[in-house]
């Protein structure tokens, strides 16, 4: 797989899944879970559209440009979906606290991503 066609087919499943699970938690989680594990649930939802959105953004930066910060930008945000997102979906349905413990991870995943993506950028602007 490239290394554009990567982060575009992530963000493009990132985004069809935060879809279901936003439904998902607005229909058949509501009157279910308390106000907290829905506002929980609501924050994975949230951060798991915004990085399936910064991966389509690498996706369409990488087809112009590969490089190897791009490609760590795409690696890190898929991680921070999966640990940030998916350890707040378990504490939302009610996983152990310890589960919590996850969460940073994924959110230095995040961050990582983010710097990887300006990197990225910064190498871009200075080759024109």
């Known amino acids: ?6 982060p575009l087919l992530a963000g493009a499943v990132a985004g069809a899944i935060a879809v279901v699970l936003g439904a998902f938690g607005a229909h058949a989680l509501r ?3 308390d106000e907290r594990a829905l506002a929980t649930w609501h924050t994975a939802v949230e ?3 915004w990085h399936a959105l910064a991966l389509l953004a690498v996706g369409v930066l990488a087809r112009a440009r590969t490089t190897r910060a791009a490609t760590v ?13 998916g350890s707040l979906y378990m504490l939302a349905l009610g996983s152990p606290r ?9 959110g230095v995943a995040f961050i990582a991503g983010w ?13 024109q």
């Open 47 to 49: 951060y798991q559209f």
């Open 31 to 33: 009157g279910v879970l």
């Open 115 to 127: 710097i990887a993506l300006a990197a990225h950028a910064a190498r871009d602007a200075a080759t």
């Open 73 to 85: 930008a795409a690696i890190a945000f898929v991680a921070g979906i999966v640990l940030f997102c």
């Open 1 to 6: 797989m490239t290394s554009a066609r990567f």
């Open 98 to 106: 310890i589960v919590g413990a996850i969460t940073p991870f994924g």
